[in-house]
């Protein structure tokens, strides 16, 4: 079946530095990928969504100086949360999805924890 | 707009007990629905799935059926175990709509041995 991954599974920052998280379709080219985050005991709120070799879209209210992601490739997306605040800990999750199937494979999450 | 309204939780029952996860949608279109499951500490794992009026989704005991006069997907399982205990999304998606996909809250489930 189609595996999603993502790296790291967890990190710890100081406030201020900047975290990149990668997103990786290992078995499948993902034309989309998409990005959520997850507050705890809630549900997914997409954050924005990619399509390889272009800009990301970015839903309402979602900071795109401050959520960096490139999908510079057909199995690789990334995340990176520029400037981290204790107010961007969540956990963030990436999806990806080959062609124009509605069926989206999620990766295992990051943990991130800012102080 | 579209939407997903599934039961809250947390649900607590025994091990072997029936479970029923109630969702309902609102959609101007004709979505596909889902089922996707959450344990803890981990991303989600696409349950079952139906793609039209009347198709059932089955897979690991779970069934799901599509029932457009209710606009509903409850989710269902004849005796559960404490593995099952995770939290559950449904969700919708319409193709060309945007192109995402809409969860709703999540149902935590609790099995007790």
């Known amino acids: 079946g189609a595996v999603v991954s993502q790296h790291p599974s967890w990190v710890i920052c100081k406030s201020g530095t900047s975290v990149k998280i990668e997103c990786r379709s290992l078995?499948?080219?993902?034309?989309?990928m998409f990005w959520y985050r997850q507050f705890p005991k809630q549900s997914l709120m997409l954050m924005a969504t990619?399509?390889?070799?272009?800009?990301?879209?970015?839903e309402q209210g979602v900071e795109k100086d401050k959520f960096l992601i490139n999908h510079a490739s057909l199995t690789l997306s990334t995340l990176t949360v520029t400037s981290a605040h204790p107010e961007d800990s969540s956990f963030y999750i990436c999806?990806?999805?080959?062609?124009?199937?509605?069926?989206?494979?999620f990766g295992p999450g990051t943990r991130l924890t800012v102080l | 707009g579209d939407s997903v309204t599934q039961m809250e939780g947390p649900v607590t029952l025994s091990e072997e007990a029936f479970l029923t996860i109630n969702c309902t949608y609102t959609a101007t279109g004709y979505p596909s629905l889902f089922w996707y499951v959450q344990y803890p500490g981990e991303g989600l794992q696409l349950l079952l799935k139906a793609t039209k009026a009347d198709d059932k989704g089955s897979n690991k005991g779970f069934e799901a059926t599509y029932r457009k006069e209710t606009t509903s997907f409850h989710l269902e399982k004849g005796s559960v175990q404490v593995s099952d205990s995770a939290v559950y999304f449904c969700a919708l998606h319409i193709r060309g709509r945007d192109d995402k996909i809409i969860f709703g809250k999540g149902t935590r489930l609790h099995i007790l041995p």
């Open positions: 990619s399509n390889e070799g272009s800009k990301a879209t970015y």
């Open positions: 078995d499948f080219q993902a034309t989309t």
């Open positions: 999806s990806a999805r080959q062609g124009r199937t509605d069926t989206q494979y």
